[in-house]
């Protein structure tokens, strides 16, 4: 088993940045990606960004131009700066690890942190 640990929401002002931070109990260096989610009040879970081991990124285009990823040397954390912060960007902020094709065959998630922008 893995478990992700989320850190660094919060309630900030429009405009803005925040930095969450995940960290895995165990490496992930043979994951296929790691990355973002996020859950707002009454919505779906929606991608926000990922990266795969081989450094390839996806991100949601209401986040692009605002939001970087990024994973640490060890591969076993991923970071997400968020800068200009919207109001609608509030939500509940997820990390995901993708382990299917690793040893563990499974996905993961964190428990999340909340992110409250304020207009």
């Known amino acids: 088993q893995v478990q992700l640990v989320e850190s660094g929401g919060g309630l900030v002002q429009a405009g803005g940045s925040l930095r969450l931070s995940c960290a895995a109990s165990r490496s992930t260096t043979s994951f296929n990606a790691m990355g973002w989610y996020r859950q707002a009040p009454g919505k779906e879970r929606e991608l926000v960004a990922t990266m795969t081991t081989g450094g390839i990124v996806d991100y949601a285009d209401s986040v692009k131009g605002r939001f970087t990823i990024s994973r640490a040397s060890a591969r076993s954390t991923v970071d997400l700066q968020m800068n200009s912060l919207k109001p609608e960007d509030s939500a509940v902020y997820y990390c995901?690890?993708?382990?299917?094709?690793?040893?563990?065959?499974?996905?993961?998630w964190g428990k999340g942190t909340l992110v409250t922008v304020s207009s």
């Open positions: 995901y690890a993708d382990g299917r094709r690793s040893f563990y065959g499974a996905e993961y």
